[in-house]
T-cell receptor
Framework: GDSVTQMEGPVTLSEEAFLTINCTYTATGYPSLFWYVQYPGEGLQLLLK?????DKGSNKGFEATYRKETTSFHLEKGSVQVSDSAVYFC?????????????FGKGTHLIIQP | KAGVTQTPRYLIKTRGQQVTLSCSPISGHRSVSWYQQTPGQGLQFLFEYFSETQRNKGNFPGRFSGRQFSNSRSEMNVSTLELGDSALYLC???????????????FGEGSWLTVV
């Protein structure tokens, strides 16, 4: 079946460092791809999304590009802040009939130190 | 506008009991889906409702059920609780759910269930 793989961490970086969180997926079709963020004690917030190959999603300084050839959707940010500390989830979802909701990766725990 | 609201936020139940969790979607959203989050299994899809009909279902036993009302509010029920049902249960809403490419799904803050 379909699956999403991402590093689980924790990933620890210093403030203002460059961030990359890798995400690869296995899918039989052409899903939409998402990054969600979960702050301690809270639900999930949509960070960004891309619906087709070569689309770039971006929000709050974060970016990710839908790469069909490498089945990847890596999350990047040029300069992280302490407030970016959270758990980040990569996910995919199909549209149309037979869809079964979002398929999530295990989540990557990001810790930013001042 | 108000986000996805889940109640109760925290609850403790005993093995064998049943529990009902409630979710109010964003105004105008007709799709409600439920997810279970545990440290071991991560986030797993339970089911999706649209216009009072279950449209999709994940791989969970029949003890897990849900329903949606005419105002799009949804409830999920877990009967004969087991220790392994301890989890964060997340509700999510969207305009049309999984039927539309790129449809944005918004999550609530979740209901923390502890089974003892």
């Amino acid at each position: 079946g379909d699956s999403v793989t991402q590093m689980e961490g924790p990933v620890t970086l210093s403030e203002e460092a460059f961030l990359t969180i890798n995400c690869t997926y296995t899918a039989t079709g052409y899903p939409s791809l998402f990054w969600y963020v979960q702050y301690p004690g809270e639900g999930l917030q949509l960070l960004l999304k891309a619906t087709k190959a070569d689309d770039k999603g971006s929000n709050k300084g974060f970016e990710a590009t839908y790469r069909k050839e490498t089945t990847s959707f890596h999350l990047e940010k040029g300069s992280v802040q302490v407030s970016d500390s959270a758990v980040y989830f990569c996910a995919l979802m199909y549209s149309g009939g037979g869809a079964d909701g979002l398929t999530f990766g295990k989540g990557t725990h990001l810790i930013i130190q001042p | 506008k108000a986000g996805v609201t889940q109640t109760p936020r925290y609850l403790i139940k005993t093995r064998g009991q049943q529990v009902t969790l409630s979710c109010s979607p964003i105004s105008g959203h007709r799709s409600v889906s439920w997810y279970q989050q545990t440290p071991g299994q991560g986030l797993q899809f339970l089911f999706e409702y649209f216009s009072e009909t279950q449209r999709n279902k994940g791989n969970f036993p029949g003890r897990f059920s849900g329903r949606q009302f005419s105002n799009s509010r949804s409830e999920m029920n877990v009967s004969t609780l087991e220790l392994g049902d301890s989890a964060l249960y997340l509700c999510a809403s969207s305009l049309t759910g999984s039927k539309l490419s790129g449809n944005t799904i918004y999550f609530g803050e979740g209901s923390w269930l502890t089974v003892v």
